[in-house]
């Protein structure tokens, strides 16, 4: 299972993205969803989090600006960011673990990252 992450770009202070994420063959089920990022020059550090029952987390310098959401339907998961600050510039990654069959172990995957830049 590859994971397909899209949705970066370049936006001004202020402004809002939305990434999304979504396996690349149908998958059983996704049990947790969360969105992971890497500045330049720094260690990857993790987002925000939603389990399969819909409970959601965040670290603190997001909170009250980003919402992460799935689409069942779709096996999409997304990460609406707003008021956009340029020390959120970074490689957002998507990492899920899925379950492939009904009888398979869950699995932990990463998306190839996108980039999001944030400047004026």
């Known amino acids: 299972v590859q994971l397909q992450a899209s949705g970066g770009g370049e936006v001004q202070p202020g402004g809002s993205l939305r990434l999304s994420c979504a396996p690349s063959?149908?998958?059983?089920?996704?049990?947790?969803m969360a969105w992971y990022r890497q500045a330049p020059g720094k260690q990857r550090e993790w987002v925000a989090s939603m389990v399969s029952g819909g409970a959601t987390s965040y670290a603190d310098p997001v909170k009250g600006r980003f919402t992460i959401s799935r689409d069942n339907a779709k096996n999409t998961v997304y990460l609406q960011m707003n008021s956009l600050k340029p020390e959120d510039t970074a490689v957002y990654y998507c990492n899920l673990s899925i379950r492939r069959t009904s009888g398979s172990r869950l699995r932990e995957y990463w998306g190839q990252g996108t980039q999001v830049t944030v400047s004026s």
């Open positions: 063959e149908n998958i059983f089920s996704i049990n947790l």
